[in-house]
């Protein structure tokens, strides 16, 4: 008799016992994550829910790049991130992470494909790659993106997210 033996899906997102300290003065500190962990695999959606000044905002800055973690480790698609150099995380944020913050920092001049298209821009893409992308998204995201429409005639986005 054969057998197989199946491996799970490695982790696109992987964070190891993270732990964040801001220290605030000499004897002031607060520990905003005290062994946070989390797997999420391809194509898995996960909301991150708790009460103000849990850490939510603290877990993702660390899991996307954007702020550094005192103990623990962070994987993104099979890379350790949490070791990389700035140089080389400035390239991974650049290529590989995206973010939608809940304001959305916008550039107010911009068209939404224009805003859109700006990071592809900071990447090194061609105008005709800048263009396609958003195109693709538009539809999943549920944002119109369109040449003529300003990113101020969008309706005001609380911070629950309801219009």
Known sequence: METTTQQAPQAIIRGVDIHKRYVMGRDNFVDALQGASLEVQPGE??????????????????LGCLDSLNAGEVWLDGVRVDKLSRRELAALRRNEVGFIFQTFNLVSSFTALENVMLAAEY???????????PRMLSPW?????????????????SNNGSP
């Open 45 to 62: 959606m996960i909301g991150v829910m708790g009460p103000s000044g849990s850490g939510k905002s603290t877990l993702l800055h660390i």
């Open 123 to 133: 990447a090194g893409k061609g105008r005709a790659k800048r263009a396609i992308r």
């Open 141 to 157: 995201s549920g944002c119109p993106i369109e040449r003529d429409i300003a990113p101020t005639s969008y309706p005001a986005v």
